[in-house]
């Protein structure tokens, strides 16, 4: 699994249209990729987050299972770095992962689009329809969510130890559709208790919205 870190340009109106535009961002996203659309987004396991770091700068991180191709970017897309630092810089993070335990603490990030279904119907063969995904609201009710995808994927919140903010309304336009999500970030420190669950959340992501930079989790050792 390959994990890229992309400083941008924000002179660039490529990237002035993918910060203020969801769909746009998604598609900067996959024009690394031989495939486009969400199904390719599926298939090839990109999971992606864009945040703005102490400097104010636009960093982009993009997951993948495959090698990106940066040079398809649109020109001055990326923002020319001084010093030796890379940009765009990628690496494999299959190692670190393998090295997950039972019981390992880890320092965590997350944007996520933490949702709740209402207006689920039965239909007459006893099945439901999935009804309407609204956000939840509430710092408890987030982390009550963050929590209960933990259950099932590996890992537990550390009491204390996570903080959810949520950032507003973000939009875009996919041809005549309005795309709308409330994202919040997540962040603190989780004990895995099943690595192989983790491992699979970790390339598949958390939660819905991926196609619009939600999902990804980005992990690191407890200081």
Not at 43 to 63: I, N
Not at 82 to 94: H, K
Not at 137 to 142: A, H, I, M, N, V
Request: net charge positive; glycine share 10%; charged share 30%.
């Amino acid at each position: 699994m390959m994990l890229s870190r992309l400083v941008l340009n924000p002179a660039s109106r490529a990237v002035q249209r993918a910060i203020g535009d969801v769909h746009e961002l998604h598609r900067l996203v996959m024009s690394a990729f031989p495939k486009a659309g969400d199904a390719a987004r599926a298939e090839l396991s990109v999971l992606f987050r864009l945040d703005a770091d102490r400097t104010g700068q636009f960093v982009l991180y993009v997951q993948s299972r495959v090698d990106p191709d940066w040079t398809q970017l649109p020109e001055g897309a990326l923002l020319d770095l001084l010093g030796e630092v890379q940009n765009p810089a990628v690496r494999n993070v299959e190692d670190a992962w393998k090295s997950i335990d039972r019981g390992s603490r880890l320092r965590f990030r997350l944007r996520a689009n933490a949702t709740r279904r209402i207006d689920t119907k039965s239909r007459p063969d006893g099945t439901k329809s999935n009804g309407k995904r609204v956000p939840i609201r509430g710092d408890e009710g987030r982390i009550a969510w963050f929590a209960r995808q933990g259950e099932r994927m590996g890992f537990a919140p550390v009491d204390g130890e996570v903080r959810v903010r949520e950032e507003g309304r973000r939009s875009g336009r996919r041809s005549d559709k309005r795309i709308t999500i409330v994202p919040s970030i997540f962040e603190g420190v989780i004990e895995i208790t099943d690595p192989n669950q983790f491992r699979t959340a970790l390339a598949n992501g958390i939660g819905p919205a991926k196609a619009y930079g939600c999902g990804l989790l980005s992990i690191g050792p407890v200081q």
